[in-house]
């Protein structure tokens, strides 16, 4: 060899590493709003008062005071007589009794929900 110069290739190899994403399955989620119909129900309470006249008719010295006996209330009536002198007489005496009722009430409510139902299906290698 006189005095070419002689290449001699050189081959190398190189690995590259690389990642695809790739659907491996089919997911349906599906949603089903229902309702459902029920019932509430509550106690409510009332009160109401009845009135009593109860006549007296004797005299006082001062002005009785409004008083509780339990579940009356007891407020005294009053007028002024004029006799020689001047007197209060206790007339009657309202008494106001408290009497408590009870009463169920039912009132239909409609609830909503959801329902989630998920389908999981593989993938076919044509659906790849």
Do not use: C, N, W, Y
């Amino acid at each position: 060899m006189s005095g070419q110069v002689e290449h001699i290739p050189v081959v190398e190899e190189a690995a590259r590493l690389e990642t695809r994403r790739r659907d491996l399955e089919r997911v349906t989620v599906r949603a089903h709003p229902t309702s459902d119909q029920v019932t509430l129900s509550k106690a409510l309470v009332r009160e109401r008062v009845e009135v009593e006249r109860v006549p007296i008719g004797r005299e006082v010295a001062a002005m009785p005071d409004i008083r509780e006996e339990g579940d009356t209330i007891v407020v005294p009536v009053v007028e002024e007589r004029l006799v020689v002198e001047k007197r209060l007489f206790l007339v009657e005496e309202l008494r106001l009794v408290r009497r408590r009722e009870t009463e169920e009430v039912a009132v239909p409510v409609t609830l909503r929900r959801t329902e989630i139902t998920i389908e999981r299906a593989p993938l076919t290698p044509e659906e790849d």
